[in-house]
């Protein structure tokens, strides 16, 4: 349970990072909601195709789910940009940012992690995270989604060496 709860945690920490640089949302509460929902339905998308994937990779799938993990990462890392002052509903907006979610919760299927541990905790620090970035002036900067990126990155290079 420690294991899903700490991978749910750092899937949501990079809300914190996106949401930290946005303009100022009109429904903060309403946004953040959504991605905690939207946090826990991409995820629970990727555990079904990650136990599905595994059935037919039983050692490929440990190689492939540390992959898709450190390259997350990486993506996180490298991918920095300013943001421009636009409007974007609030849904779609989730969406974008939960959509990552996929492709770190395929690994954790692949992994065989407790599924409904998992979700309620990407769902509830999703909500958390997010809620304090959009609502907190102090929390600024890319910082944050590098430091998502490496914890990322550590987990897939563990997953590669856990047998």
């Not at 555990?47 to 050692?59: C, D, Q, R």
């Not at 450190?70 to 939960?98: D, E, M, R, Y």
Request: aromatic share 12%; with cysteine.
């Amino acid at each position: 349970m420690s294991t899903e709860l700490f991978a749910g945690l750092l899937t949501a920490l990079d809300v914190v990072a996106l949401y930290s640089v946005l303009p100022k949302i009109r429904f903060p509460l309403f946004l953040a909601i959504w991605t905690a929902f939207l946090h826990m339905v991409f995820p629970l998308l990727g555990f079904l195709a990650g136990e599905w994937v595994t059935s037919f990779m039983v050692e490929g799938g440990r190689l492939l789910s540390s992959i898709l993990l450190f390259l997350t990462g990486v993506h996180l890392c490298l991918n920095q940009h300013n943001p421009k002052s636009s409007f974007i509903p609030p849904v779609l907006l989730a969406v974008v940012v939960s959509l990552d979610t996929f492709s770190v919760s395929l690994s954790f299927g692949m992994l065989h992690l407790q599924k409904g541990y998992f979700l309620l905790s990407a769902g509830f620090f999703a909500l958390v995270f997010s809620y304090i970035a959009l609502k907190s002036e102090m929390i600024k900067g890319p910082i944050l989604t590098r430091i998502s990126g490496v914890c990322l990155m550590v987990m897939g290079l563990l997953t590669l060496l856990n047998k």
